[in-house]
């Protein structure tokens, strides 16, 4: 399938009808929408250092911004163990001799050792590759500083219903002259 992603109505609504669309068709796409159970289960016994801890900021938070739905949480799983990898290779790879090491040159004749070339660490390509998972998780799930600006929250101000507003009878503006 070529072209972006779709998004989902709720976020096309919560950003306000970027596409205008139209609020009434969103709505049927809103309701059309498969229901899905909200609430995360419990953190998987195996995920344990980093990834639990992770796991435990991820679902609370998506729990207070209502994104918490079950179908969600193996897609949470991966992300927390994609954290995990990415703060393991950076470690090793600070242990290891940093992000670029010496790989010896060895003569097959003699074998002996006679240069040194610079290769990239293996670790740093398993922490650039976690990392990018990590990011693309965050993404669509409103985790990361430019995803949460498309999102708008509704603070549950209630705008008062256009019909009770005509049905009222009018008063005459104070600026008005008779």
């Known amino acids: 399938m070529k072209g972006r992603k779709p998004k989902p109505a709720s ?3 919560a950003e306000g009808d970027p596409s205008k669309r ?3 068709k969103l709505q ?3 309701n059309a929408e498969p229901p899905v159970t909200k609430g995360l289960p419990a953190c998987p016994a195996y995920l344990r250092g980093r990834a639990r801890a992770a796991w435990e900021f991820w ?3 998506l729990g207070k911004m209502n994104l918490d739905c079950r179908p969600d949480d193996m897609m949470i799983e991966g992300a927390c163990l994609n954290y995990a990898a990415a703060i393991r290779a950076t470690a090793n790879a600070q242990s290891s001799g940093g992000d670029v090491v010496e790989e010896p040159i060895v003569s097959y004749a003699t074998g002996e050792v006679f240069g040194y070339r610079l290769k990239k ?3 740093v390509t398993i922490r650039e590759k976690s990392w990018t998972l990590v990011r693309a998780f965050c993404s669509e799930f ?3 500083p430019v995803s949460r600006t498309r999102l708008t929250i509704d603070k549950g101000d209630k705008l008062p219903d256009l019909a009770e507003i005509l049905s009222k009878p009018r008063t005459p503006r104070a600026d008005t002259v008779q």
Do not use: Y
């Open 11 to 13: 976020q096309q609504i």
């Open 22 to 24: 139209g609020v009434h």
């Open 28 to 30: 049927e796409k809103l």
């Open 59 to 61: 679902a609370d938070e």
């Open 121 to 123: 660490n293996p670790w």
């Open 142 to 144: 409103g985790l990361s």
